[in-house]
């Protein structure tokens, strides 16, 4: 469970601030881009001002699956300003933590919706996205991104993950009357949880549901879920990426998310499904969650389907 309901990711900055356009084609990208897939790209800037036209080129194209509107994306980038006055990075996935960030396709600006949707991983993307396709008239004062500026985007996809993706692999008994029982449930849908009829437990509880077969989770990494959470004391959804209808993502043992997740998750397999019951100690703690509804002695029960980890 993150700490805050509102979707942040490391591409939160790219949020839309227009309504998105249908899709359309692109014009010749004016920037230089060198380097192998995978690792942090040289980018050269003609010595001519932007234009006017979104322009996309695909330098590297891969043979994974094919992203679609809503899935949620998984890429290494860079990301540049650029105006009549010079260009200048804003921001980047190549850090000291290595890990690369999420692209929630459907909620970025549209000139980088644009690019992505229909790409597929393996690729590395090109965008020069003018104001209109970007911030429009009003920039963003957070980057930095004037009213005039471009943006400058080159993205290596890793992953993506559509709205329907699921645990995959071998069903675990369900043998402990005092945990909350989780059923089947179609693709894109959250799974029914029936809450026991007893005290919540004192301390957090982890039970694997499915048994995925990829890797176990390690401390840093960027994971893709789905996941709903409930309350213990009725049964009622108090969030759910089900139900928002696209996969969520976040750094997994880095204190993002409450620690009945940190702890919980980190060590579990790619592909699992994982039962969750976090009390207060490991979820909000006595302040509870306002906004949210949860209680100081609220304590949480969250189904997550562990997708990818990166």
């Known amino acids: 469970m993150r700490r805050r309901l509102a979707v942040v990711s490391a591409a939160g900055m790219l949020a839309a601030v227009m309504p998105l356009a249908a899709s359309c084609g692109a014009g010749d990208v004016p920037v230089k881009v060198t ?6 790209p040289d980018v050269t800037f003609p010595g001519s001002k932007p234009g006017d036209s979104l322009a996309i080129s695909t330098p590297v194209e891969g043979k994974g699956p094919q992203i679609a509107k809503k899935d949620l994306v998984i890429a290494n980038y860079v990301g540049y300003r650029w105006s009549q006055s010079g260009s200048k990075m804003i921001s980047t996935s190549y850090g000291g933590d290595g890990r690369p960030s999420a692209f929630p396709a459907g909620k970025l600006v549209p000139g980088l919706d644009k690019a992505l949707v229909g790409s597929k991983v393996g690729s590395r993307v090109v965008a020069v996205i003018p104001p209109k396709q970007g911030y429009g008239d009003t920039g963003n004062t957070q980057l930095q991104v004037g009213p005039r500026d471009s943006l400058v985007f080159v993205l290596d996809v890793v992953g993506t993950y ?14 402990d009357a005092g945990l909350p029982q989780v059923g089947a449930s179609g ?42 959470g409930l309350f213990w004391r009725d049964g009622r959804v108090f969030d759910s990426s089900w139900s928002s209808g696209q996969a969520f993502a976040t750094a997994i043992g880095k204190g993002q998310v409450v ?31 306002k906004q949210a509804g949860i209680k100081g002695t609220d304590t949480l029960v969250f189904v997550v389907d562990i997708l990818g980890a990166h």
Do not use: C, E
């Not at 380097?35 to 942090?40: H, I, L, N």
């Not at 959250?190 to 694997?208: E, F, I, N, S, Y």
């Not at 940190?262 to 979820?283: C, K, T």
């Open 35 to 40: 380097g192998p897939f995978g690792t942090r």
């Open 162 to 175: 559509p709205k329907t993706a699921a645990a995959k692999g071998r069903a675990l008994p369900q043998d």
């Open 187 to 228: 693709p894109g849908q959250a799974p029914p949880v029936r809450m026991p009829g007893t005290h919540a437990p004192a301390k957090l509880q982890v039970r694997a549901l499915i048994q995925g077969s990829g890797q176990p989770v390690r401390s840093g990494q960027l994971l893709a879920l789905n996941y709903a």
């Open 259 to 289: 620690k009945g997740w940190d702890d919980g998750l980190v060590g579990q397999r790619v592909g699992s499904r994982v039962l969750l019951v976090v009390p207060p100690a490991w979820g909000y703690g006595p302040k509870g969650l």
